[in-house]
Structures are given as structure tokens and as C-alpha cells.
């Protein structure tokens, strides 16, 4: 009777397992890829600039719309008060980003070290009507970062990638216990990946469905 047991326990873990590969990875449907619907005029003037942004290709190595999504969503739920970005470009993340700052009355600082992108990310920004909530400082993150002031909520790494730990390391100091460090493209940032793997007061996953984003919480 006890080996029965057994074996009925055995053929029912066999299945569930061969079911389980059966199934296979994630599929994507027209529901996991619908866009985000605005919920007042403020998100709708947001959307319409990204969209537009978007038709018109005038995007310069920006962000998927899987991370965009996911950038504003990790700002809003941690309520974050002030968001900094390295690596502006045309401003196609930092209107993600402002979609979650005009519901928690934060603002943005992003950096950018050309001069047309800048200017690009600034009449989107103005498009959009969020250019209060945005401060782009022009030039070399590497010099202008010190110009930033703490507690910051969320930072944004999505520049030159062999600057990654450098970006960490002068920003980390300034970020909240409980705050997040996001940074794209992960795979060409092997430096980076060790340094937040390998640090006791951060954790850190990845998020693959876009670029590769890893999200680290700076732990309390
Ligand atoms: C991948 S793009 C950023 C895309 C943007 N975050 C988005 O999703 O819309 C990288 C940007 O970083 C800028 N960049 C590269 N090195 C930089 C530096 N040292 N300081 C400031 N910006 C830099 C580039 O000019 C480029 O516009």
C-alpha cells in the first residue's frame, strides 16, 4: 500500500513537471501588450507626446516601451519625490518617468551631454507640459553630477555603460535607504552588474523583458 502511495505521489509530481515545460515561456497577447490608458488630461498630454515621439522616429537609443512602463511604475509606488537620470537623449524616458512625478509632486533631474538631444528632450518636455518638473543639466555627467543634491528616490543610469559604477558610486551616498537604482542595457555593464551582485546592502534583479534593466533596492 505504501509503495502505491508512492508511486501514485511520483506520477503526479512527473506530470505537473512535464505540464509545466509543456506550457513553455511566457506568451505575449494583445492584452500583456495593450498601452496604458490615461486616467485624466495631465496623463493624456504625456501619452500623446510619447506616441507622437514614437511615429515620428525621433527617439535616439531610447528605452522600449516595456521599461518606459515599468520605469514609471517603480517611481510612482515608491512615491518618489526626486528621480535623477543620466543620459537624457531626446527625453523619451524622462516623460515616463514625469508621467509618475505629476502624481507624487516630484521632479526629475536628467543629464545630457548633447547639446541637440537636449534640446530635443526639452521641447518634449514643454509638449508634454511638464517642463516645470524637469531640470537637464548639459554636458559630461562625469563633472556635473556633483551638482546633485540629496535624498533622491530613484536614480536612472542610461548613459555611456563603462561609466555605470562611476555614475553608482558618486550617487549611492545620496539615494534614501528604501530607494531604487535602475539602470539599462545591463549587458553590456558587466563591471556594474558585479558591483550591485556583490554589496550586502543592495539587492538586485533583472528585468528582461525590454533592454535589460536591473532594479537594485537600496536596502533600509
Ligand atoms: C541610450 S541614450 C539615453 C536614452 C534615454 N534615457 C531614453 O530612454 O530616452 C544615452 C544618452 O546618454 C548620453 N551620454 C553619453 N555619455 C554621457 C555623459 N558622459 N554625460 C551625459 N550624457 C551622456 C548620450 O548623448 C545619449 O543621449
Redesign the pocket.
Known amino acids: 500500500m505504501r509503495t502505491f502511495r508512492w508511486i501514485v505521489a511520483l506520477s503526479l509530481a512527473a506530470a505537473v513537471l512535464v505540464s509545466a515545460q509543456r506550457r513553455g515561456p511566457f506568451r505575449r497577447t494583445p492584452e500583456t501588450e495593450a498601452r496604458p490608458l490615461p486616467k485624466d488630461d495631465a496623463e493624456k498630454r504625456i501619452l500623446d507626446v510619447i506616441e507622437q515621439a514614437e511615429r515620428e522616429g525621433r527617439?535616439?537609443?531610447?528605452?522600449p516601451v516595456a521599461d518606459g512602463r515599468a520605469l514609471r511604475l517603480l517611481t510612482e509606488a515608491v512615491n518618489a519625490q526626486h528621480v535623477v537620470?543620466?543620459?537624457?537623449?531626446?527625453?523619451?524616458?524622462?516623460l515616463w518617468f514625469c508621467l509618475a512625478l505629476q502624481k507624487t509632486g516630484g521632479r526629475l533631474t536628467t543629464?545630457?551631454?548633447?547639446a541637440r538631444?537636449a534640446a530635443m528632450a526639452r521641447e518634449h518636455f514643454k509638449q508634454a507640459g511638464v517642463d516645470r518638473l524637469v531640470t537637464l543639466v548639459e554636458g559630461?555627467?562625469?563633472q556635473t553630477l556633483s551638482r546633485v543634491k540629496g535624498p533622491v528616490d530613484v536614480v536612472f543610469l542610461?548613459?555611456?555603460k563603462d561609466?555605470y559604477v562611476t555614475y553608482l558610486e558618486k550617487l549611492l551616498p545620496l539615494v534614501r535607504p528604501g530607494g531604487l537604482i535602475l539602470a539599462?542595457n545591463v549587458d553590456m555593464a558587466a563591471d556594474y552588474v558585479r558591483r550591485v551582485t556583490s554589496d550586502p546592502d543592495l539587492e538586485t534583479v533583472f528585468y528582461m523583458q525590454g533592454g535589460g534593466l536591473s532594479i537594485t533596492l537600496k536596502k533600509r
Not at 527617439?59 to 528605452?63: G, Y
Open positions: 527617439l535616439f537609443a531610447s528605452v537620470e543620466v543620459g537624457t537623449s531626446t527625453g523619451y524616458s524622462g543629464f545630457e551631454i548633447d538631444r559630461d555627467a562625469r542610461d548613459a555611456d561609466g539599462h
